[in-house]
């Protein structure tokens, strides 16, 4: 069975920073893409960024240029570096793996911009 362990998430202030990190464990025989999505209260789960296998990357728009995905192949893991930090960017970040054929999602970590 195949889990992804997420973590970095927490509480920072407008225009803040924090790097989230998710790492897959398990069996685990490819990894064809990762990726985070985010979910605010009263909204859709919604892709923030993707990252392929071969390193192609995919960015919702109101992320590009603030965030940055990348990825540790070796060790299945990977990151999202959030810049410039809004409030409305205060959601649960799931992070999303297509693992072994399979979609795999994490338990979401909080990520709260407030002052």
């Known amino acids: 069975q195949v889990q992804l362990v997420e973590s970095g998430g927490g509480l920072v202030q407008p225009g803040g920073s924090l790097t989230l990190s998710c790492a897959a464990a398990g069996t685990i025989f490819s990894v064809n893409a990762m990726g985070w999505y985010r979910q605010a209260p009263g909204k859709q789960r919604e892709l923030v960024a993707a990252?392929?296998?071969?390193?192609?990357?995919n960015y919702a728009d109101s992320e590009k240029g603030r965030f940055t995905i990348s990825s540790l192949n070796a060790k299945n893991t990977v990151y999202l570096q959030m810049n410039s930090l809004k409030p409305e960017d205060t959601a649960v970040y799931y992070c999303?793996?297509?693992?072994?054929?399979?979609?795999?999602w994490g338990r979401g970590t909080q990520v709260t911009v407030s002052s």
């Open positions: 990252i392929m296998r071969g390193g192609r990357t």
């Open positions: 999303n793996a297509q693992v072994n054929m399979e979609t795999r």
